[in-house]
Nanobody, 126 residues
């Protein structure tokens, strides 16, 4: 059973930064694509960012390109999301995800991911 535990969420003013971190309890972490999704109240779940197992391939949702950066540390079994220039529309619950079936490709839909964290709230005030 894979466990993903997110941390780093909170309240920040527009224009500020936050760094989310996700710790994964799996021996296969370095073989798996990792990612982040988010869901705001009343909205569909949205792909935020994904990273291949080596870190060599990354993808970002259109709404966060140029502002967010995903990274991973395979020695520590962690994946981070650095969020800069935050906007009120970034307010959502952010979920860390793991894809058991993928390591080189980065799915951008939620059915590509098998394990989900419990989520961490990010609130951006205007």
């Amino acid at each position: 059973q894979v466990q993903l535990v997110e941390s780093g969420g909170g309240l920040v003013q527009a224009g500020g930064s936050l760094r989310l971190s996700c710790a994964a309890s799996t021996r296969t972490f370095s073989s798996n694509t990792m990612g982040w999704f988010r869901q705001a109240p009343g909205k569909e779940r949205e792909f935020v960012a994904g990273i291949s197992r080596s870190g060599g391939t990354t993808y970002y949702g259109d709404s966060v390109k140029g502002r967010f950066t995903i990274s991973r540390d395979n020695a520590k079994n962690t994946v981070d999301l650095q969020m800069n220039s935050l906007k009120p529309e970034d307010t959502a619950v952010y979920y860390c995800v793991l894809a058991k079936r993928f390591g080189f490709t980065v799915p951008r839909t939620d059915d590509g991911y098998d394990s989900w964290g419990q989520g961490t709230q990010v609130t951006v005030s205007s």
